[in-house]
C-alpha cells in the first residue's frame, strides 16, 4: 500500500510485468484526481498510473496547484510559496511512489494537462534526476523556474512531450513555443505537436501522446 503526501488514485501495472513503468498525472486548474485518471485504460498496461489531487482546495471536488492571477496586461502572477510547495510535495510523491513500487527513476514519467503540466515540466528541469521524461498537455513554463534549471549534462537520454491546442483560448500557443525553445537548448529528446482544437485533449491527441509512451520503452527509440 503506497503511503504518499497526496490524495491520489492509482491503477497498478499488470500483473506479471518484469519491468513495470510509473506514470504520475497531475490536473488542472479548478479539477481533482479523477480527471485525468480518466485517461487510465488508455495507458499501456505496464504503467503504473498514479492520479494525485492537487494540494490546494478551491471549493467542492476543485483543486490547484497554486493561486494564480491574470493582470489586465494578461501577465500571469502566481503564488510562488504555494508553487514551491506543490513542487516539493511532487518530489516527494515521486521519489515515495517509485521506491513503494519497486520502480527505479529510468522507468519513471510525469505529466500534466495545464497547471498539472507546469508541474510535470518544472520537475523535470529542475529535478531530473527523479525521472525519465515528462509529458506536458496545454501548459506553460514557469519564468520562475527557469533560474532553476539544472545542467544541462542532467538531461542527457531524458524525454519531453509537449502537445498543444492551435486555438487555446486559456494558455495561447505561444506558450508551447516557449517551451519548445527552452527544450530545444538541452540535450533531451523532445516529441513537440500541435493540434486543432482549443484547451482540451481530444482523440487523436490521446493517440499520439500514448505511442510516445509505448515507445518510451524501446530500446534505442
Partial sequence: MLDLPLTFLHRPAQPGVRHPWLLVLMHGVGSNEQD???LAPHIPEHFHVLSLRAPFRMGPGS?????????????????EAQEAQSRALLEQVVASAASGL????????????????????SLLLTRPALLHAALVWHSRLL???????????AFKGKHLWVSHGTHDNVIPLANAHAIRRQAQALPL????????????????????TVEWLEELGIPGA
Avoid: C, K
Avoid at 63 to 79: K, L, M, Q, V, Y
Avoid at 105 to 121: E, N, R, T, W, Y
Avoid at 143 to 149: A, E, M, Y
Avoid at 199 to 208: F, G, K
Fill in 36 to 38: 485525468l485518471f480518466s
Fill in 63 to 79: 483543486f490547484a496547484w497554486f493561486d494564480f492571477s491574470i493582470e489586465p496586461s494578461g501577465e500571469r502572477t502566481i503564488n
Fill in 102 to 121: 519497486g520502480i527505479a527513476p529510468d522507468h519513471v514519467v510525469v505529466g500534466g494537462f495545464s497547471q498539472g503540466g507546469i508541474m510535470a515540466l
Fill in 143 to 153: 519564468p520562475q523556474i527557469v533560474p532553476h534549471i539544472a545542467p544541462a549534462e
Fill in 189 to 208: 529528446h523532445l516529441a513537440y505537436e500541435e493540434f486543432a482544437g482549443a484547451h482540451e485533449i481530444r482523440a487523436a491527441e490521446l493517440a499520439h
